[in-house]
């Protein structure tokens, strides 16, 4: 993994408070912004990227060279329209594309790596608000992201609901389910299964590349769907006549699973896709407004700066064939806003690709998320 | 109002600016659009069809995809002025049930349905002796959503039953507004205004 260096930070004067009980001193936010911010700082959208996604959502990486993860929708003329809207998006704490995380420099001089302090969905969201604190941004257009983007979207408008006008949360989940633990829990041992991991001190030494391959492709498979992967590959060979009874990448789709995990490794870090991951499993917007012991928060709590239409507007999509943060995870999120009388909006769109669909050709959702913007 | 089904129009008509709207299968939201544009009322929608919700979305409308028949128990009491049920009533699994939980999220509620006893159904049934397909009721029997028809005396007796107060009735036959007189016969959709 190499270090990118973004094209604007914001290095905070003030400790970041944490969850976990730490505080992160002199944190580093990363971005990237398109688009004018207008004289009364109004047309302000906020974009929050999925786990390893990063601020180049509509500008090319800087390691990769490939378009920016959400050029379909931001850009001129795009349903996020940059001749409308000044669009900002930050890479999150936790992550490596220039934000402080586990790869960063502690203030000792030596790399964090195990010393970073774990941070929850919440902490990215504080540090999303302190970044439009630094840039003079009272309220958002709109604040939208897709899969972990939408833990964001959702923490920050429950956390600070006067922040946002518009609250637009794509394929995503008020709380980790079990099951999107225990897949998070597979590419975790993945990692830490790796010799080169060292327990986490690797830096200057070869990365884990192997383990983090491994929980890339393991991921990989739960953002797509059944249908998708059997359009796309079916159980064609790769480059060959015949099997090999060997254990070489026979079928197509065990050589794109190794495609993508190898070219994973080339632009994130290990240890930030441990605390990234782990930042998820602790997401439950319910259990943070508890008083009590686990799970016994209302969800609708959570949202009650939002009652009876004093906050923001919602809009939740889900896709048909998302089946890592199925329709009736954000069902339960609209059920929540209705409870508080919130003002939302939620559909369920058709799409074959399963959790990645938030990113692919979906022209239903380029109408609705332009409509919702208008 | 130009464009509006005549029950909506009047429907837009009564309801006042400043009022809180919940429209139970909302369509693409006319009415939503009407109300929000000319009245200065939080109206919301709730639609079964996906296609129909994503129109009114992009119409900038707040529409909830979900089925009347059991997603009304997401919206707490009282939550709304007005609880609109238009031409839905009939393709209800319940209507009655739907009838009560139309009034627990609204203080009042507009309901309009398709009179299943005007003189076109009863001469297609009596004298063709098979399901009417009539301009009230395009469709036929096996195609048709229509699975609880209900005439006008049936709905007067289903409120009464249920304790529940008429505000007004508008009866409507060819687009038009007509009078109550022998409505059971002349009309092919009725509005009430009730309230609990």
Known sequence: MTTAIASQSLTLTHDLPLDCGQSLAAARIAFETYGELNADKSNAVLVCHALTGDQYVASNHPITGKPGWWERMVGPGRPIDTGRFHVICANVIGSCMGSTGPSSIAPDGERYALRFPVITVRDMARAQIALIDALGIERLHTVVGGSMGGMQVLSLAANFPERAARVLAIATTARHSAQNIAFHEVGRQAIMADPNWRGGSYYGHAAPDAGLAVARMAAHITYLSEAGLTEKFGRRLQDRAEKSFGFDADFQVESYLRYQGSGFTQRFDANSYLYITRAMDYFDLAEEVSSGGEGSGKLADAFAGHAMGKGARFFLISFDSDWLYPTAESRHVVHALNAVGAPVSFVELSAPHGHDSFLLDVPALDRVVRGFLR | ?196
Not at chain 2, 20 to 41: P, T, Y
Not at chain 2, 96 to 110: C, H, I, Q, S, T
Not at chain 2, 158 to 181: D, P, Q
């Open chain 2, 1 to 196: 109002m130009s464009g509006l089904r005549a029950d909506l129009a009047v429907i837009a008509r009564l309801i006042e600016p400043g009022s809180r709207v919940l429209d139970v299968g909302c369509g693409e939201g006319q009415l939503l659009a009407e109300l929000e544009a000319q009245r200065d009322v939080d109206a919301r929608g709730l639609e079964l069809d996906p296609e129909l919700v994503e129109r009114g979305v992009s119409r900038g409308l707040s529409v909830v995809q979900g089925d009347a028949n059991c997603d009304l128990g997401d919206y707490p009491d009282k939550a709304f002025d007005y609880a609109i049920l238009s031409q839905t009533l009939q393709t209800a699994q319940r209507p009655d049930l739907m009838l009560d939980e139309l009034l627990r999220v609204g203080r009042k509620a507009f309901v309009s349905f398709p009179n299943f006893a005007h003189w076109r159904t009863r001469a297609a049934l009596l004298l063709g002796g098979r399901m009417p397909v009539t301009r009230a009721l395009p469709l036929s029997w096996y195609e048709t959503q229509n699975i609880h028809h209900v005439t006008v005396r049936d709905f007067c007796d289903l409120i009464a039953a249920k304790g529940v107060g008429t505000e007004g009735v508008w009866y409507f036959s060819g687009g038009h507004e007509i009078g109550a007189t022998g409505a059971n016969w002349r009309a092919e959709f009725a509005l009430f205004k009730l309230s609990r």
